[in-house]
């Protein structure tokens, strides 16, 4: 297995500090800290440079999407133009809002922007966006637009995989799946509005033994969120951030030809997991995922086992980790509950915002 080296010597140095609590050794590396910037998503290139990314609603301050330096510190990417959106600007060839990277084939970057600066909010014309970055150049390769019938004025598209030609995403807004050609650009939806896409009333989103409620005051639902891809590409996982899991081969969503009734036929129970803030699956099919009620990175091994690997009071609310070639799993923590949105415009975040790095194999 192939070992990504990081970006410089300064950085893994940093990356190699043991942080411990205050009870106990933790298995847990600080690998970059941040005052300002809050970010939710993190993945590395075959180089190993470090590349971070948060949502603007949050309150995060400095680049949407970074690289991080010498010292850690996120530098705006792949330009200054690309970070630098401003209300009433033209939001189809600039960063309005990311919700995740992901890192692809040919070690391309894969950007989800919302295209919406706020939470909740309608979609700007066209802000609602796929990026491709090769990261061997740090040139944007092509920009898929996802227009108003596809990133709809409720949608909050949020996550992306990829099986060759195809990109299947999810809308966390309006619930479903969206199925995007890479060659076309063509999209579509599907499992609008099905169970399993849907966030169900009876699964509250708990932290600090508390259900976290939404802007209006009621118990937040995310639709759509988390999704993995099997490692032969046969398999597309998928959930509401609540929970259960559900599977679907990806032959059936490839298949335009079918019926919506037809595609949600194939719909299959997979996993009853917690929600999660975010998930990587290795090619032995074990999902890592953070139990937010209990601020825990946990295991689900291909046969169903579940295993606690660490439990610490700053796992908490784990985004969208990144498991990298040499067995190390990437955490960003941006604490999402504790952004002013859900707390009458008062921030509780814990600073600085950390990314951790666990070895899980």
Not at 3 to 14: D, Q
Not at 129 to 153: E, F, H, M
Not at 200 to 210: C, F, H, N, Q, T
Not at 255 to 276: G, M, N, Q, R
Request: hydrophobic share 40%.
């Amino acid at each position: 297995m192939r070992t990504f080296p990081l970006v410089t010597s300064l950085l893994l140095s940093a990356c190699a500090l043991p942080a411990v609590s205050s009870a106990t050794s933790s298995p847990l590396v600080v690998a970059a800290e941040s005052d300002g910037m809050i970010w939710n998503g993190v993945a590395l290139s075959d180089e190993g440079k470090v590349f971070v990314a948060g949502p603007r609603w949050t309150g995060s301050t400095g680049p949407a999407l970074g690289v991080l330096d010498a010292q850690g510190q996120p530098r705006a990417y792949p330009d200054e133009r690309w970070n630098g959106w401003q209300p009433g600007q033209d939001a189809s060839q600039s960063f309005v809002n990311i919700n995740a990277i992901h890192k692809g084939p040919e070690d391309s970057l894969w950007v989800i922007d919302t295209g919406s600066p706020d939470f909740g909010g309608a979609p700007l014309p066209g802000g609602a966006k796929v990026v491709r970055i090769n990261l061997k150049n740090g040139q944007v390769v092509r920009v898929y637009p996802l227009g108003s019938d596809i990133a709809t004025p409720t949608s909050y598209v949020d996550d992306i995989r990829l099986k060759g030609n195809r990109g299947y995403l999810t809308d966390a807004g309006r619930p479903g799946l969206i199925v995007l050609d890479l060659d076309t650009g063509a999209a579509r939806r599907v499992l609008d509005n099905a169970a399993a896409v849907t966030a169900p009333a009876d699964r509250p989103i708990v932290l600090e033994g508390k259900v976290l409620n939404g802007p209006d005051g009621a118990p937040l639902r995310v639709h759509a969120d988390p999704l993995e891809l099997s490692a032969d590409g046969r398999w597309l996982y998928f959930a509401s951030l609540h929970g259960p899991w559900s599977r679907i081969e990806t032959r059936w969503l490839d298949d335009a030809s079918l019926s919506p009734e037809a595609v949600l036929s194939h719909v299959e129970p997979w996993a009853d997991l917690p929600p999660t803030g975010g998930t990587a699956l290795d090619a032995h099919g074990n999902l890592y995922f953070s139990d937010l009620a209990e601020d825990a990175i946990k295991k689900r091994t291909a046969d169903g086992r579940i295993e606690t690997l660490v439990a610490d009071p700053r796992l908490h609310w784990v985004d969208a980790p990144f498991l990298a070639a040499d067995g190390w799993l990437w955490l960003p923590v941006p604490q999402m509950d504790r952004v002013p949105l859900f707390n009458g415009g008062v921030s509780r975040t814990v600073r600085p915002v950390q990314l951790l790095r666990l070895r899980v194999r």
